[in-house]
C-alpha cells in the first residue's frame, strides 16, 4: 500500500509540473497531435508503400504529391521545383507561407530512399504494437510524416497565421544530381533567406540532437607501373608493380591519418590487373590478369569524411603527400578529389537552438535533449546551408536499421516526436 501511494504522489507531482512547463495552447496542440496518432500512421503507411528511391522519377514525384496535399492542409502554399533532365533526378518539394512574426524557419526533409524499384519490395508493416518496418519508414518518411502532422496541428488553431516557414523536402537526397551547384541551387537560396534551420532526418532516441554532421567528399588514386614477366619483380629492371605500389600507398594513409578524430576514409573499390576497363561513372570494372605478369595499373576510389573544412584540406593535403613521394621503383600515382556535401560543424550557436529542444522536452516530461557526437551522423542535406544560419538535426522518427532491409520505426515514440516537433515549431515562431 505504501509503495502504490508513493508511485501516485510521484504521478501527482509529475502532471503538476508538467501543467505548470507548458501553456494551455501547448496543451491543445498535443491533444490535437493524440487525437490525430492514428491519421499519422495512416500517411506514413501510404508514403512507406509508395517506392521512392532516389532513380525512380515517378516514385518520388508521387510522394511528393502526397506529402503537398497534407502541407497544404496546413495552410502551405506549395510548389515543384523541377531539375533539368541531364540530372536525371525528380525535384524537390516546397511549401512555404510569410509571415511578420518570429523566427524564419527553414524545415528540411526528403522524399526519396535508398531502396530502388529492383530491390526486394519492403511494404509499411506492424510488427507489433511498438514497431513496424517498411522501405524509408525511419529514413526518412517517418521524419516528413512529423513535419507534416506538426504544422497540421498548429495551423488547426490559427497558430500559424503570422508565422513565416519554408519546407523543403528535396527528391535526391540520398544520391543528389550532379552538379550540386544546380541540384541544390534553389535550396540554397531559399535557406539563405531564413533565421534558423530544422531538419528532420532520423533521430538517435529521444534525448540526443545533431548540432554538428561530417561531411563527404571522394577520392580516386591512379597507379601505373612497368609490366613484365613476374620472375624480374622487385629487380630494378622490372620495379615492384601497381599492385603493391597500391598497398604501400593505402597503408600508409592508415598508419598516418586513421587515428584521427571525426576523420575517416574509405577504399570503397579497388581494380587491377595485366588488362583493366573502368567505368569511372557506373565505378565498375572489368578486370584479368595472370599470376606470372607484373600489374601495369590499379584504380581506387574511396570517400573521405571530416568535420570542419579545415580538417578536409589538411587530410587532402597529407594523402597527396604520400602518394607523390617515395614511390617503389618502377612506379608512379596520383590522386585526385572530388568535393561532395560539405560538414555541419559544431557552434555556440547550433548548441543555442538546440536549448530551445531541450527546453521543450523537459516541459513535456521527455528529459534532456543532449547534444550527439558529430562523429555518429554523416552527411545531409542541412549541411549545404549550416554555414549561413543557426541549425539543428535529428528531429525526424526514431528507429534502427535505416538503408538497410528491416528498417524500423518507433511508434511509441513516434506521436511524441512529432508533439516535440510542434511546440518546438511554435515556441520559435513566437520568438523574435
Known sequence: MKKIQTL?????????????????????????????TTEAEKL???????????FNIAGVKKTGEIFARELQKAGLVTEWVPLP??????????????????????????????FEPDMPAGPF???????????????MKGGDVIVVMALQALHSMNLLKDASIVVYFTGDEEESGK?????????????RNADLALAFETAQGMNTIAIGRRGFSSWKL??????????GVFGQGSGYGAIYETARILNRFREELGNEKYLTFNPGIIAGGSEMEYDDEKMRAIVSGKT????????????????TEKQRDAARQKMSAIVSSQHLNGTAAKISFTDGIPSM??????DALRLWVDKVSRDMGLGPANAGDPGSRGAGDISYVAKYMDCIDGLGASGRGAHAEGETINLKQFPLLIQRAALLIYRLTQSE
Open 222 to 231: 591512379d597507379v601505373t607501373a612497368k609490366t613484365g614477366h613476374s620472375a
Open 292 to 307: 606470372n605478369i607484373i600489374s601495369p595499373s590499379v584504380v581506387v576510389e574511396g570517400d573521405l569524411r571530416f568535420l
Open 85 to 114: 533532365d541531364s540530372l536525371k533526378r525528380a525535384g524537390h518539394l516546397v511549401a512555404s507561407k510569410k509571415g511578420t512574426k518570429g523566427k524564419k524557419i527553414f524545415i528540411i526533409g526528403h522524399l526519396d530512399t535508398v
Open 8 to 36: 501516485v504522489l510521484a504521478l501527482l507531482l509529475f502532471n503538476t509540473i508538467f501543467s505548470q512547463s507548458l501553456t494551455d495552447t501547448e496543451k491543445k496542440i498535443i491533444e490535437w497531435i493524440k487525437g490525430h
Open 125 to 139: 508493416t506492424r510488427l507489433n504494437d511498438s514497431t513496424a518496418t517498411g522501405q524509408g519508414v525511419n529514413d
Open 179 to 191: 552538379p550540386v551547384s544546380v541540384s541544390r541551387k534553389d535550396f540554397i537560396e531559399r535557406a
Open 345 to 350: 560543424e559544431p557552434t555556440k550557436g547550433n
Open 44 to 54: 506514413l503507411e501510404e508514403t512507406v508503400n509508395i517506392n521512392s528511391g532516389t
